[in-house]
């Protein structure tokens, strides 16, 4: 298995094509914004991470200067994880959240956040509840914080 990142892979079109094939509502709006141009103007500066299998997209996310929260202070974000049914189970995006806390050390970044609705899930990679806030979504979400 390897980490790519999808802006600098030389197949972005398939790529693509494997994050319209997740079962995840989400995964449409992530595909849209790669599709219509606006990833960078709705995240801001940022990343889209794939664990890929061969051919296939096992697990994938974003990490970003936005995300679903509407703070300014509060960044970077990483957002849009997926893993893909058949490979759940098996801490996949674990690998894609550990890259993240490496690009955030280049960066000399402290904090890296998680907006979800998920308990129990980010808490076995190491991030602490910090609060729930409305996103922009109209939704209540819990956001977390891991110190890098």
Same mark, same amino acid.
């Given at each position: ?17 494997e994050i319209k ?33 061969g051919d296939r ?11 679903? %929260? ?11 994880? $997926?893993?893909?049914? &058949?490979? /759940?189970?098996?801490? +996949? ?20 956040? %998680? ?11 190491? $991030?602490?509840?910090? &609060?729930? /806030?409305?996103?922009? +979504? ?11």
């Amino acid at each position: 298995m390897e980490i790519i990142s999808y802006f600098e892979s030389g197949d972005r079109e398939h790529w693509l094509s494997e994050i319209k094939k997740s079962d995840w509502g989400a995964a449409s709006v992530l595909a849209g914004s790669l599709e219509d141009g606006t990833f960078f103007e709705k995240l801001g500066d940022g990343v889209l991470l794939l664990l890929t299998d061969g051919d296939r997209a096992v697990s994938y996310l974003t990490f970003a200067q936005r995300d679903c %929260v509407d703070d300014e202070a509060l960044y970077p974000w990483i957002g849009f994880v $997926f893993t893909a049914p &058949e490979y /759940r189970g098996h801490r +996949y995006a674990g690998r894609l959240i550990e890259r993240c806390e490496e690009l955030a050390r280049e960066h000399n970044v402290k904090n890296i956040y %998680v907006c979800t609705d998920h308990t129990g899930l980010y808490e076995k990679y190491g $991030f602490q509840y910090k &609060e729930n /806030r409305v996103d922009i +979504y109209g939704e209540d979400s819990r956001i977390y914080i891991k110190s890098i």
